[in-house]
């Protein structure tokens, strides 16, 4: 009779976890998030939007889509023509190219002739040094 009361008999309740450890686990799953899903995904929209600021005439660019063209010129921020076969061109919504296959070299600066002409400086106009290099003197 007092055994099987001893053994109904609770031994007290077990301590739950605090406020803190309640919801450290949750806390844990956000930082995972961020570090794997969320950063990598700015990181990825920061240099799409970098290369879409970066188009000029001459590259070459695929859609959405999936066309393959050359851009003929950049209408606004928002719309490039390109040219998707011979004397096709369409105009596209610039957030719409998804990548550049191969960009253009910028055009070179070219230096404005001095009084001396296009010699470097060495006194000779530009006629002398074509009559020198033609066996004139």
């Not at 949750?26 to 990181?43: A, E, S």
């Not at 550049?100 to 070299?105: G, H």
């Amino acid at each position: 009779m007092f055994v099987s009361l001893a053994f109904a008999q609770d031994a007290g309740a077990a301590a739950g976890p605090t406020g803190f450890e309640a919801f450290l686990p949750l806390i844990l799953i956000v930082v995972v998030f961020y570090f794997l899903l969320i950063r990598p995904q700015q990181k990825k929209m920061k240099e799409h939007k970098a290369m879409l600021g970066a188009i000029r005439r001459g590259d070459r660019v695929v859609t959405g889509g999936g066309i393959i063209g050359t851009v003929t010129k950049v209408v606004d921020d928002n719309e490039v023509a390109m040219e998707i076969a011979d004397g096709v061109r369409v105009r596209v919504q610039r957030s719409l190219i998804s990548t550049v296959l191969s960009k253009t070299e910028p055009v070179k600066e070219q230096k404005a002739p001095d009084d001396k002409g296009s010699t470097g400086g060495t006194g000779e106009g530009g006629g002398a040094k074509l009559k020198k290099l033609l066996g004139g003197k």
